[in-house]
């Protein structure tokens, strides 16, 4: 395989381990708005994130590292091209971060309230945004001969992209719903579940919207077969969720964002960022590409270690496997 | 106000002020660790109580280091579009890797830390802390060598036809020798601000609250002080090797440092200038003469290049231009840093010997010297920086890219403006939070243990929980 491709390959698996991760993170942070009744339901919802969610972001900032090395060009045009989003999303992270790690410092229902709806917001404002750039990207965006993004804010708010938009928002709702019914017991576990299955039927609607609408603007049959793949698990992970298979609604969802990506991705390749203007001024994995060198050298370093990160992000899932109540949270 | 010039104001606040919390949590974790496997080793609950207390201000600090962390990675894109385009080939492999090797290591295993208190067995869970310190000094050197191409970029080729820098010599990159130099003097002075942030914290505990856990502070006390001693003598051997360095690769760096004008064997080291730094007027000034030979070259007779004859060179090199940065910003810098970190030091030896044989010094001016010591070393390692960053231009990548040349070309004014901002408003209230939480918990003092508990109880109330 061409190391353009397998780096392709590689920044999609990426993006894969992020949403998958910082999916149910987002869905959890929105649930605090509507989910809980009380603190101590708010404590129970924070902490089955609270060892991991920061492992998980880090998959966004890997994601990014490596579109620098492997595309510094894509990583150029897409960063300073979608920049208002970008700063948004940025501002959202941060607020939401300072929320989950100060919340509890301070036993003050108006200062928890604030960080409350701090992480809310952090959590909607990336599960919409990120949507949206995928979907542009996709789509394809004003981007001249030189690689320069000429469009304006406006460009990004197709329909199509506000489409991508809602999918990720409703799709992580649901989400971070079964990693909840997954994480925790007594009512709320219940309550997770009903609500992640109610949302579930409107996200499966607009899922189902989007996947067909990227397989007819794409045309090829692995977009349509990874389409149908998204919709299949997506609605097995509901019909498990009814079932109360907790681990395989989550499963569920998780193949299915998984999948979703992977589908973007198919839709993209060989191109990285889609010229809206002039086909031969897209960003391709050969035009975006770094040296064959440079390359080579991060393909070891990526082989070496991702398994070991996955390995270890892994066992720190399984020694916070417990479920949480709120009996468990302390005073 | 142009796009450069709001980039660079950007680049420069989010980044100083970023770096306000990353010494302290590559040094803290250590001395965390380093308190927690005296409690390990010895069973000694107080400094246990000593590790709950100083990991939790570590963690509040180490909060914002992520929170402000997240914009470093992706405005290399946003504003510096064309930088990223010319030195992605070499530039972003060190980033990535930071990540991949650093950052996972960190994240993963503080969770493990913060969180594994009653999950995990003590010498594991103590093994995490030790794992995510040293996630957090990898992370220096990878981030360090990215700057250190900027410096002295090594191991590359311009590719005349792509426009840009690309890599031959991913080992060259790797063993730069600004690289070299400038990880142990970053990692000295980092354990300068945690020595001085734990000496300063508990020398103010055992002052302020004497009939508190002052017997449990004081070893906490001269851990501090003896960390932030050991790592000033440190920062100045590094120092010194690291102005050899640049002297040898930005000769024009020192030469502003000093406002030196002039080609000088021997040249002094000027300690003060009163007057017009621009070289026009000079009021007054004191200086040691032959010192900065000797740092620059080793001997005392050496020659140090002056600003002029470095201009005349470049503008033959690299075409007409100004190649001198801005002479005040780095001579007064450059002095700003030692000041501190010497202030430091000595405040920190005067604490030492105040608290010698057991004592506990009363006087105000001490209880003054404890709040302050800990701003002392993190201001010495922001002024090292604006220096170091002030004193590379006009270039982005010396001698390769001016910094102009690297701004993004698709970016308008109202984009960054915005930007700029909103994350100067945002961190100017995260400031003000963040201060606030650690001053509550240092005068909170030393937390109470909880009663062991039965670990198979699976209803008992998590160790720690947000």
Not at chain 1, 144 to 167: F, H, S, T
Not at chain 2, 88 to 110: M, V
Not at chain 2, 256 to 271: K, N, Q, T, V, W
Request: a neutral charge; charged letters at 15%.
């Amino acid at each position: 395989m061409d190391l353009t491709t397998f780096w392709f390959i590689l920044i999609a698996v990426l993006w894969v381990g992020y949403l998958v991760l910082e999916g149910f993170d987002f869905g959890v942070g929105m649930l605090m708005a509507v989910l809980a009744k009380d603190d101590r339901e708010r404590r129970v919802l924070l902490n089955t994130i609270g060892p991991v969610w920061d492992g998980n972001e880090v998959w966004l900032i890997v994601a990014g590292g490596a579109t620098f090395a492997a595309f510094p060009e894509w990583y150029a045009t897409m960063f300073s091209g979608f920049y208002l989003p970008r700063l948004l999303i940025l501002i959202a992270l941060i607020v939401r971060i300072i929320g989950i790690e100060f919340r509890s410092k301070r036993d003050d229902a108006a200062w928890r309230r604030r960080c409350d709806t701090a992480i809310v917001i952090g959590s909607v404002v990336p599960a919409v945004l990120w949507g949206v750039a995928l979907a542009n990207i996709v789509r394809g965006v004003p981007i001249d001969a030189d690689k320069e993004y000429v469009g304006g804010l406006l460009d990004l708010l197709n329909p199509y992209g506000l489409l991508g938009g809602l999918v990720t928002l409703s799709v992580f709702l649901v989400h971070g719903a079964f990693f909840v019914g997954l994480k925790t017991e007594g009512p709320i576990r219940e309550r997770a579940i009903e609500l992640g299955v109610r949302a579930g039927v409107v996200a499966a609607a607009l899922t189902t919207l989007f996947v067909v609408w990227t397989a007819v603007r794409d045309g090829g049959t692995a977009v349509w077969i990874l389409g149908a793949l998204v919709l299949v698990a997506f609605v097995l992970g509901l019909l498990s969720a009814v079932a109360r298979l907790d681990g395989w609604a989550f499963t569920g969802t998780s193949v299915a964002i998984g999948l979703l990506v992977v589908m973007l991705f198919a839709a993209l390749f060989p191109d990285v960022m889609v010229s809206s203007l002039d086909p031969l001024w897209s960003l391709t994995t050969t035009n975006a590409a770094s040296t064959p060198y440079t390359l080579r050298i991060m393909s070891w370093v990526a082989l070496a270690f991702t398994p070991i990160v996955v390995l270890y992000q892994g066992w720190s899932y399984w020694v916070f496997r417990r479920r949480i109540g709120v009996q468990h949270i302390p005073v | 106000m142009e796009v450069l010039d709001l980039a660079r104001w950007q680049f420069g606040i989010t980044t100083v002020y970023h770096f306000f919390f990353v010494p302290l949590t590559i040094g803290l974790s250590v001395l965390v660790a380093g308190m927690q496997t005296a409690w390990w080793r010895t069973g000694d609950e107080r400094w246990l109580r000593l590790t709950k207390f100083f990991g939790k201000l570590f963690l509040i600090n180490f909060a914002m280091g992520i929170a402000t962390g997240i914009v470093q990675e992706f405005q290399f894109g946003m504003n510096w579009s064309d930088y990223s385009r010319f030195v992605g080939d070499i530039f972003g492999a060190p980033l990535a890797i930071e990540g991949l090797l650093a950052f996972f290591l960190e994240s993963t295993f503080l969770g493990l830390w913060i969180f594994g208190w009653d999950r995990l067995k003590p010498g594991l869970h103590l093994a995490c802390l030790w794992i995510a310190a040293l996630g957090t000094v990898l992370s220096a050197y990878f981030i360090l060598a990215a700057n250190s191409f900027m410096q002295n970029p090594v191991g590359y080729t311009f590719n005349a036809e792509k426009n840009r820098a690309e890599l031959t010599d991913f080992g060259a990159v790797m063993t730069n020798k600004v690289l070299l130099a400038t990880f142990p003097h970053q990692i000295v002075g980092c354990f300068m601000v945690a020595g001085a942030f734990v000496a300063g914290v508990a020398l103010w505990q055992m002052m302020r609250h004497p009939d508190r856990d002052a017997s449990t502070f004081q070893p906490a006390f001269r851990l501090g002080a003896v960390v932030l001693l050991v790592a000033g003598l440190g920062t100045m051997i590094t120092g010194d090797f690291q102005g050899k360095v640049m002297t040898e690769v930005q000769p024009m760096k020192m030469a502003a440092a000093e406002g030196l004008y002039d080609d000088a064997a021997p040249a002094p080291f000027s300690l003060l200038t009163v007057g017009t730094l621009d070289g026009s007027e000079e009021v007054f000034k004191l200086e040691i003469p032959k010192l900065l030979s000797f740092l620059g070259t080793g001997t005392f007779d050496g020659e140090v290049r002056g600003i002029d004859s470095l201009q005349a060179e470049y503008e033959q090199k690299y075409g007409p231009g100004d190649y001198a940065p801005n002479v005040p910003v780095t001579y007064w810098t450059f002095r700003a840093m030692i000041t501190a970190g010497g202030l430091a030091m000595l405040a920190g030896a005067a604490m030492l010997w105040s608290t010698r044989g057991g004592r506990t010094p009363s006087s105000r001016w001490m209880l003054r010297a404890a709040i302050v010591l800990p701003l002392l070393p993190m201001a010495a390692n922001s002024f090292g920086w604006i220096f170091t960053e002030m004193g590379r231009q006009p270039w982005v990548v010396f001698g390769l890219m001016p910094t102009a040349s690297g701004v993004s070309p698709s970016t308008s004014v109202a984009e960054v403006a915005t930007s700029l901002a909103a994350f100067t408003a945002l961190y100017g209230v995260l400031a003000v939070i963040e201060v606030r939480l650690l001053l509550r918990y240092i005068g909170k003092g030393l937390p109470e243990l909880d009663p062991p508990r039965d670990r198979d109880d699976i209803d008992a109330p998590l160790a720690f929980a947000y």
